[in-house]
């Protein structure tokens, strides 16, 4: 019987589709270009469970690629610490991979980290972003996550800026509806908890930016549900 | 093994331990006081991780049995946890009394399930939906929520149990007995087949039979509401549609009699005394914009101590202040066709005054909203003897509602053959009440269904 505890745990469908028409106009920002090879986006969101904080991610990954399947992954579990996500959530900084001259230079870093945690280095991706979101006392709420195959994608620092207005206008939005929620649809606050750590901690390759991170003003956790009041 | 690992395991055994009957015999949450769906779905959830993950590491394969008695929502959770987390050597047989899954709440609309409003004003409390992994559903009427159960049931089949062996259930279950020193379970009732997340009998005629099983999980609930019918007097069962929600429409006004103080009796003054009352807007509608403010200061003071003690002086205290407009909200809303007695004397005639019923034995919601109900006059409290109250109240015999609970270690004696075997056990939960809804799994445990299964 074997279970590694990566099966989802239920994120309601309001914080989903909250979250997805985000998504999907961050992917089509990032593929204005071009389209990018094995892309996968997705949000990150901290919850707790009786007294516990992981990280959980809020959405399946962008772009959808099997509309069937596409959302199996949402709701997966997460120690705070685990990979770059991990990386934002303890630090509160975005983090990216790093600016690699040559593709050998990038594979070696990988080969070695894939080799600790046990990751087949063929199939993760080459070029990776973390955007945390904080709220208004610099706690983390959200987490940006995208992956690519495409070598120094996230090394341009003009694409990160861009992804960080993005979700500065998401945090504009939540926020106004933290004040004016729509009637039925609320943002029920989840309890803070103490950290949960696991093994996993972010590649060698990640690398903290020095780009203020988005912020709410209003919201503390985000976790949106159709009520009946 | 890892200190991680070394730390689950443990977890897994205190909690296994407070489910246990008898070797291999387990009950959930049969015996706790303040029970909700939600609550005992959180202990099935519990006990199943806890059996697998004192197994997993088992290497040997062998076919396991498990036997659930009551196909309720508790029954239907554990069964459905089963199927999900042990593999496809066990399989499990449900036993049911009546003729369908979740019969209580089938069809039920005029009771509104939420799944923790009764921890309010803990945080979370007021989260509709469950986020349970194993059979989630979101607040609405009892109707609704056993469509959903009973639909995410469907797709734990379809994803676990393809070939339709490892899920059988038997309903119309009469005679059932089990002999807890043999994890036996003898039986009378029809087998079915499921189709399309119905079941069918398979026969006309009713098996009788016994089997020994490798686990037997008592999930039966608490069995028969007391009182419903005695000296004359009928109430319906708690999940019964009835109309006393709803105005009076041929102009009369009716007096009614509530007997009883806990959740069930106290939403049932509720309804009888509140225009237009919804269980699933009342906080909201009387605190208004206050509810933020209210909340953050009750969950300031609703610490363990408070939890256990009667909340009357705490009403009282905070009646002018964090109260006052949502007792002014109340007090408008009273309803003009009905005059309610609150008859709360209490098991052993023990309750006096008025103080007595704020005891601990119902939620802070419905003690808060009774409290305030109090204050608007909208009911009058009467602590005489059952008989005397109806003829000092003069209360036609038709409007009587008894809400007293269950007989719940009579109804769990008529189940066992050797029942001298599990009463010790039987007692000591009862007085501990040690199986917690907490969520004592490792996140992540429960394998869900494909999206495909659920359609």
Not at chain 2, 256 to 265: E, H, P, R, V, W
Request: aromatic fraction near 10%; charged fraction near 25%; proline fraction near 4%.
């Amino acid at each position: 019987m074997k279970n590694e505890y990566l099966n989802p745990e239920p994120v309601p469908t309001a914080t989903q589709l909250s979250l997805m028409p985000f998504l999907a106009a961050v992917q089509g920002a990032l593929t204005v270009n071009d389209e990018l090879p094995n892309l996968r986006l997705t949000m990150h969101r901290v919850m707790s469970r009786e007294g516990g904080a992981f990280l959980q991610q809020a959405s399946g990954y962008f772009p959808i690629i099997d509309p069937d399947r596409w959302s199996e992954k949402s709701g997966r579990i997460f120690p705070v610490n685990q990979g770059i996500i991990g990386k934002s959530y303890e630090t509160g900084a975005i983090y990216r991979t790093k600016r690699f001259e040559e593709r050998s230079e990038l594979m070696e870093e990988l080969k070695l980290a894939c080799a600790e945690s046990g990751q087949n280095v063929e199939e993760v991706g080459t070029s990776y972003l973390s955007v945390p979101i904080l709220d208004a006392d610099s706690n983390v709420v959200l987490v940006l996550y995208a992956e690519c195959k495409e070598m120094n994608f996230f090394a341009d620092d003009d694409r990160v800026r861009q992804v960080i207005a993005m979700c500065k206008g998401l945090c504009e939005l939540f926020d106004v509806l933290q004040e004016n929620p729509f009637p039925n649809l609320r943002n029920f606050s989840l309890e803070s908890g103490t950290p949960v750590k696991g093994k996993r901690t972010a590649y060698q390759i990640q690398e903290p930016l020095d780009l203020e991170p988005p912020k709410f003003e209003k919201v503390v956790s985000f976790n949106f549900e159709a009520s009946a009041a | 093994m890892s200190e991680q690992q070394a730390e689950i395991e443990a977890r897994a055994n205190d909690v296994k331990e407070t489910f246990r009957l008898s070797d291999g015999v387990f009950i959930v949450g049969s015996l706790e006081r303040g029970v909700t769906v939600y609550k005992q779905q959180v202990r099935a959830h519990n006990l199943v991780w806890a059996l697998w993950e004192l197994e997993r590491r088992n290497v040997s394969v062998e076919k396991r049995k498990v036997a659930v008695v009551g196909g309720g929502i508790a029954g239907l959770t554990t069964a459905a946890c089963i199927l999900s987390l042990f593999d496809q050597e066990t399989s499990v047989v449900m036993f049911e009394r009546l003729w369908d899954l979740c019969p209580y709440q089938q069809g039920c609309d005029i009771r509104w399930l939420h799944p923790r409003i009764y921890d309010w004003p803990d945080v979370g409390s007021r989260k509709p939906s469950t986020s349970l992994p194993v059979l989630t559903w979101a607040e609405g009427r009892a109707s609704d929520v056993a469509k959903s159960i009973l639909s995410e049931l469907n797709a734990f089949g379809e994803s676990f149990d393809t070939e339709e062996k490892r899920f059988q259930v038997f309903v119309g279950v009469t005679d059932l007995r089990i002999t807890a020193s043999k994890k036996q379970v003898e039986w009378k009732g029809t087998e079915t087949f499921r189709k399309n997340g119905y079941y069918q009998n398979k026969n006309d005629f009713q098996d009788v039979s016994e089997d020994q099983f490798d686990l037997v999980i008592i999930a039966s609930g608490f069995g028969f509401e007391d009182g419903l019918e005695s000296s004359g007097h009928k109430t319906e069962s708690y999940w019964r549609n009835e109309q006393i929600g709803q105005p009076i429409i041929d102009g009369t006004r009716d007096k009614f009699l509530i007997s009883g103080y806990g959740d069930g009796a106290l939403t049932d003054l509720f309804r009888l005394t509140i225009e237009r009352f919804r269980q699933d807007t009342i906080l909201y509608e009387i605190f208004g914009n206050e509810l933020t403010e209210t909340e953050t200061y009750l969950k300031s003071k609703w610490n363990d101590e408070l939890r256990q003690q009667n909340l009357f002086d705490f009403f009282s205290d905070n009646e002018s202040t964090f109260f006052k407009r949502a007792i002014e909200r109340l007090s408008v809303r009273i309803r003009k066709d009905t005059d309610v007695v609150l008859h709360a004397c209490g098991s052993r005639t023990q309750n006096k005054e008025i103080r007595d019923i704020f005891d601990p034995k119902s939620s802070f919601f419905n003690r808060m909203l009774t409290y305030m109900l109090f204050r608007c006059d909208a009911f009058v409290p009467c602590f005489l003897k059952f008989e005397d109250s109806l003829t000092a109240h003069a209360i036609n015999d038709k409007n009587v509602i008894r809400r007293l609970g269950c007989s719940t270690k009579q109804h769990l004696k008529t189940m066992f053959n050797d029942f001298e075997n599990v009463e010790t056990r039987i007692d000591e939960l009862d007085v501990s009440q040690p199986q917690k809804p907490k969520l004592f799994w490792v996140p992540g445990t429960f394998p869900v269904p494909t999206r495909q299964a659920k359609q």
